[in-house]
């Protein structure tokens, strides 16, 4: 019993909107068969230009979807760059650091060469002479 009377309702609602449907598309063909040549012309070009909108508002969808894959490529190439930049920095200190290591022992064995001929060509200082007595000075016994 609570099905027929849930079946009626259903049946009843949709009565009710069909026979507004109706309604409402009588009251707008009335409408419309009065309009005059301006009105007709307006609605065309209202419908221009709504089709004109979304054409528009579909090309910006795209449009904005480029540019948030090209934001992304930009950051995967940013990432890139940032990491060559890093093994850029690690490659050049330890160049550098190797340079100065090599240098320090350049300048090392130059010195070391010049030490050898520097203790060649000086002259060997002799022995200082043995010390003489003063002559104020009387010897001890």
């Given at each position: 019993?609570?099905?027929?009377?849930?079946?009626?309702?259903?049946?009843?609602f949709t009565a009710?909107?069909?026979?507004?449907?109706?309604a409402v598309l009588k009251i707008v063909g009335e409408d419309v068969r009065s309009w005059d040549v301006f009105r007709w012309i307006v609605i065309v070009l209202l419908a221009l230009n709504l089709l004109l909108l979304l054409?528009?508002?579909?090309?910006?969808?795209a449009e904005i979807a480029a540019l948030e894959q090209d934001?992304?490529?930009?950051?995967?190439?940013?990432?890139?760059?940032?990491k060559d930049i890093a093994?850029?920095?690690?490659?050049?200190?330890?160049?550098i650091s190797d340079m100065n290591s090599g240098l320090q022992s350049d300048i090392a064995k130059v010195n070391t060469k010049i030490d050898?001929?520097?203790q060649q060509a000086a002259p060997k200082p002799s022995p200082p002479p043995a010390a003489a007595p003063k002559p104020g000075a009387k010897p001890k016994p």
């Amino acid at each position: 019993m609570a099905q027929d009377s849930f079946a009626n309702r259903g049946q009843r609602f949709t009565a009710k909107a069909a026979d507004f449907s109706r309604a409402v598309l009588k009251i707008v063909g009335e409408d419309v068969r009065s309009w005059d040549v301006f009105r007709w012309i307006v609605i065309v070009l209202l419908a221009l230009n709504l089709l004109l909108l979304l054409s528009l508002a579909g090309g910006i969808r795209a449009e904005i979807a480029a540019l948030e894959q090209d934001r992304s490529a930009g950051a995967d190439q940013l990432a890139h760059v940032t990491k060559d930049i890093a093994d850029m920095r690690a490659s050049l200190t330890q160049v550098i650091s190797d340079m100065n290591s090599g240098l320090q022992s350049d300048i090392a064995k130059v010195n070391t060469k010049i030490d050898a001929r520097l203790q060649q060509a000086a002259p060997k200082p002799s022995p200082p002479p043995a010390a003489a007595p003063k002559p104020g000075a009387k010897p001890k016994p």
